[in-house]
């Protein structure tokens, strides 16, 4: 009787042929990481060289500017902080929450511009680039707020630079960057339809600062001026995150419910235009 060479036929379970769900799973799993590692740092070369750090932390100065900017302004008019004892606190825990939400609606639109279709890799998606520039910006993000909110803790003395509710921190700046994830791929889609909308958001996202709260406290306009700023989701985030600092913030438009709604709601929007009109568009470019 003539034996197989190694107790089974290849193709059939237990080959060396043949790939198991288990394998199969993760060797899909490797190549996508592969895929967007070298995505991670072709990108971070491109845009700021060789020195990854500093060309991200230098990308996030701008809220460092207006903070100072606004705090120089106020000390000359000499206004106190509306909240709290620290000026440059309260409105480093407005301004920063905003710029996340305002440069990430602004930078997630790049990877589905008409350049960077042309641009691409067969094997790379446009979700591969989303989130390679979407883990970018959170690393740039971070970095610049923890120097602004630790410096303030080790040099200005300010106490209550150090969140006493982390979580709640971490949560409502998790939630505004979805928000600007969702808003920016949503705009992208648009901006590919309507070419001048990619000039006209940047002008709406900048100025929406200033009906964000960064320099005051919703709670204290009068109630037909909260029922407008409250349909701005930005402003709840805003406030949500000053929660994580100040135990006794006021609650008045602090609906977490309304930005996470709003987030997702604009995420699948943005998610169905992009791949229903990808052909299309792409066909007509």
Do not use: C
């Amino acid at each position: 009787m003539t034996s197989t060479s190694s107790g089974s036929v290849a193709g059939q379970p237990g080959s060396e042929g043949a790939l198991s769900p288990w394998n199969s799973v993760r060797v899909a799993l490797r190549s996508q990481i592969n895929v967007f590692t070298a995505l991670l740092y072709r990108e971070a070369e491109t845009r700021h060289g060789q020195s990854f750090a500093l060309g991200y932390a230098a990308a996030g100065v701008e809220p460092l500017v207006i903070v100072a900017t606004i705090g120089v302004l106020f000390s000359a008019l000499s206004r106190t902080p509306p909240y709290g004892h620290s000026l440059l606190l309260f409105l480093g825990t407005g301004v920063f929450p905003i710029y996340l939400f305002i440069h990430t609606s602004l930078r997630i639109r790049q990877p589905l511009n008409t350049l960077a279709h042309r641009n691409r890799f067969p094997i790379e998606r446009p979700l591969d680039h989303l989130m390679v520039h979407a883990v970018l910006h959170v690393v740039s993000s971070a970095a610049v707020a923890a120097l602004f909110f630790l410096g303030l803790y080790w040099f200005g003395g300010v106490e209550a630079a150090i969140p006493y509710d982390p979580l709640t921190a971490v949560t409502a700046l998790s939630t505004l960057f979805l928000l600007g994830l969702a808003t920016g791929i949503f705009n992208a889609v648009i901006a590919r339809v309507v070419p001048v909308w990619d000039i006209v958001w940047p002008a709406i996202a900048r100025a929406s600062l200033h009906f964000s709260g960064p320099y005051f406290v919703a709670a204290y306009l009068t109630p037909s001026h909260r029922f407008y700023f409250g349909l701005n989701p930005v402003m709840h985030g805003v406030n949500w995150f000053r929660h994580a600092f100040y135990p006794f913030y006021p609650q008045a438009l602090t609906d977490h419910f309304y930005v996470l709604m709003v987030s997702l709601v604009l995420f699948t929007l943005g998610l169905l235009l992009e791949t229903g009109t990808r052909r299309y568009l792409e066909e007509k470019e």
